[in-house]
């Protein structure tokens, strides 16, 4: 059964970073993908919510969906 994922425990800076640490990528990496200082990727780790467009290239250099995060959350 899938985990049920409530809008108010969302922090996407931080599913981001364990994603990155999951595909054992550095912070380096991500940001030469995305052109961003990586203080800039360290300052989205402590996201609680993040630009809809950055989440979107974010999601598409790591390969991952992080939108079905709040897709999820929207089904309760």
């Not at 981001?16 to 300052?43: A, Y």
């Amino acid at each position: 059964m899938p985990k049920i994922i409530k809008m108010e425990h969302i922090h996407i800076g931080s599913l981001i970073r364990c994603e990155l640490r999951k595909q054992n990528r550095s912070n380096r990496w991500l940001s030469e993908q995305l052109s961003l200082n990586p203080r800039t990727i360290n300052k989205i780790f402590l996201k609680r919510d993040i630009d809809t467009n950055q989440l979107y290239r974010i999601s598409k250099v790591l390969k991952t969906d992080f939108f079905s995060y709040y897709s999820q959350a929207l089904q309760l």
